[in-house]
């Protein structure tokens, strides 16, 4: 589970020059706490709730948060799922480029095994992410806000394997290194769509998609 109390709330869901429903940022620690409450309570929930079964005043109840201060917030149900996706995908970032500082030393091709792994490992263990980013996205501000973080991630895997002992050097336009994320990404999106879950097979499908298309610029 995300460690909610270390997030800040921002509202840019889907970049520069993009309309989007976007979450009201708290500004008082009560309301911060609030928000957090919020964010927890619906994790929670999807544990055991699809997103479809989730409404604003279930997770008033499970909060205890009201509803009008959720309201507050987030004007629906879909705006809070998309904050909530947004922060699991920037964690899966983290986790990434906490592998990477950790394996310099590898070759461009372990790493991408061990970047689809982690990756896997997080979702397979964290029923919201799965639910909300593999599942989803479910509305265009989701889609936005998706594909604004990837791109973050994509700019996170280039530097990371041009920093690597022997390096692997990516192509800026097309921005090869975030379709490599993509890639892999679709590959984990249809095996939760087939297991729920990213199978070992899946997994290896992935490495390979994604090794396949970077070797064409190994030197």
């Given at each position: 589970?995300?460690?909610?109390e ?72 879909y ?21 990477s ?65 022997e ?11 975030t ?41």
């Open positions: 589970m995300l460690d909610f270390s997030k800040k709330f921002d509202s840019n869901l889907g970049g520069e020059n993009r309309r989007t429903y976007k979450s009201k940022p708290p500004l008082q620690e009560r309301s911060q706490q609030r928000v957090t409450l919020v964010l927890k309570a619906t994790e929670n929930m999807l544990k055991k709730m699809d997103p479809e079964e989730i409404s604003i005043p279930d997770i008033a109840k499970e909060s205890g948060v009201p509803r009008g201060s959720i309201y507050q917030f987030f004007p629906d149900k705006v809070l799922f998309t904050k909530l996706a947004e922060l699991h995908l920037a964690r899966v970032g983290e986790i990434l480029a906490e592998k500082s950790k394996n310099r030393k590898l070759s461009w091709k372990k790493l991408v095994g061990l970047w689809v792994n982690a990756a896997s490992d997080y979702y397979d263990s964290t029923p919201a992410a799965s639910a909300l980013i593999l599942g989803g996205p479910l509305s265009r501000n989701a889609y936005l806000a998706q594909e604004v973080t990837i791109d973050h991630i994509g700019k996170g895997v280039r530097t990371r394997l041009e920093n690597l002992k390096p692997l050097y990516l192509p800026r336009k097309p921005d090869v290194a379709l490599g994320v993509e890639i892999a990404f679709a590959c984990m999106k249809r095996g939760y769509y087939q297991e729920n879950r990213i199978s070992e097979s899946i997994r290896r499908q992935a490495v390979r998609a994604v090794t396949a298309y970077f070797s064409e610029w190994e030197r």
